[in-house]
């Protein structure tokens, strides 16, 4: 919201309450107007939908007590002809000027000397994100987000690791102590006078603030540039983390790790360390989500006879399955608990699935075991069913 926007416009008149209007009927209008033109109920609706935007700023002044008390004041003393904004307000009736004089340069005058003495920047601090001059100083930078990547074994991406993790980001250069400056002197910037940013017209007596050219936001310029950060006072350093990477994860999972980024500068906060897992895929085990899966062979006679089979675990004792006579190839069956870690750190489960295997030599007793029972079997068809589905009866 610009400083014009928040001066010209009548947020009661937007809601259609009057200026004495309580918390309860502010909301209730809010929410009237708001299902009325809501864009799910307006669809291509640009009239409705810049309706829907007007309401909705109109409710985040109104609707806060300490946000409406900074509006109501500022709209009397200057929202009924106290300044006119815009083209021609610098004619007959009106004059042209920065609010940025008054919001930010104003603060250092006295009321006696014609000066506001900050009471401005107090009345719009809480609606623009600054209070008095803080606009005009420099703020501290939040550090750069680094990304890295990991590349795990199967088993320490179920179970969870702590891996070396060598990375390079952007930090205060070692040998200028971040000044930029040989000696560690920089002087103030004479373009921005140390504040790291420049205002330029906007138009209609506004002024935009773009970061400084000449000291590229710092407010310092260096006398005699470091050899090593040329001058920026930001150089490239290399480290080793222990980076602790949690149960569960899955191939391609990029985990972020806050904080653990670049360094800010000027007291900001770091930066953000994001990971992407690679992870080396298993000679046995196989992953579904929070499942693990594993194929495992039984004999002829297993499956039709039914019994007793050992499954192996990852990274533990086998389990024991029963399986039911008549267990045909593919079937699977659930081992619980015995699967992945999940968030709530409780366990996915083994999906075991069956494949009957068929031997490749027979001795002469299996030879003459198994004619005698398909001699004993000749009358049945187990494609019978297929061709009749494909007859269509």
């Given amino acids: 919201m610009s400083t014009k926007d928040f001066v010209e416009k009548d947020y009661y008149k937007v809601l259609g309450v009057p200026k004495d209007a309580t918390e309860a009927e502010i909301k209730k209008a809010y929410r009237k107007l708001a299902r009325e033109f809501h864009p799910d109920a307006n669809k291509g609706d640009a009239r409705a939908e810049e309706r829907f935007k007007e309401v909705s700023e109109a409710h985040d002044v109104l609707g ?29 009736g009106g004059f042209n000027f920065d609010l940025g004089d008054i919001f930010g340069g ?25 209070g008095g001059g803080a606009g005009t100083r420099t703020q501290p930078r939040r550090g750069q ?102 149960a ?34 298993h000679p046995v085990f196989g992953r579904k989500g929070d499942n693990l899966t594993v194929t495992v062979p039984v004999t002829f006679t297993e499956a039709a006879l039914g019994g007793e089979i050992k499954v192996p675990t990852l990274g533990g004792p086998p389990v024991t399955l029963r399986l039911p006579a008549g267990t045909p190839s593919g079937r699977t069956m659930r081992a619980r608990g015995k699967g992945a870690v999940r968030k709530d750190g409780t366990r996915g489960d083994l999906l075991v ?33 297929l061709f009749k589905a494909a007859k269509g009866d």
């Fill in 106 to 130: 104003a603060q250092g005058g006295s009321p006696g000397a014609g000066g506001f003495g900050g009471g401005l920047g107090d009345v719009f601090g809480g609606l623009f994100g600054r």
């Fill in 145 to 246: 987000d680094v990304e890295s990547e990991v590349t795990l074994s199967f088993t320490e991406a179920v179970d969870g690791a702590t891996v070396p993790l060598r990375m390079s980001s952007s930090a205060a250069c070692k040998a200028c102590a971040g000044t930029g400056d040989r000696n560690g002197t920089p002087r103030v910037c004479p373009t921005c006078v140390g504040t790291g940013q420049v205002s330029r017209g906007g138009g209609g007596g506004f002024s935009l603030t773009d970061p400084c050219v000449d000291c590229r936001g710092r407010g310092l310029i260096a006398q005699d540039p470091c050899e090593v950060c040329k001058g920026s006072g930001r150089a490239t350093s290399s480290r080793t983390m222990q980076v602790r990477i949690p």
């Fill in 353 to 385: 699935t069956m494949e009957v295997t068929v031997p490749r030599e027979l001795s002469d007793k299996a030879r003459d075991l198994l004619e005698s029972y398909r001699d004993a079997t000749a009358g049945e068809d187990p494609r019978a069913a």
């Fill in 248 to 281: 569960g994860v899955s191939d391609g999972q990029r985990i972020r790790l806050r904080g653990k980024g670049a360094p800010g500068e000027r007291g900001g906060p770091n930066g953000d360390l994001y990971v992407v897992v690679h992870v080396e895929p």
């Fill in 64 to 92: 806060d007590p300490k946000r409406r008390k900074e509006y109501d004041e500022a709209r009397a003393l200057f929202g009924a002809g106290g300044f006119r904004t815009g083209p021609g307000a610098g004619g007959p």
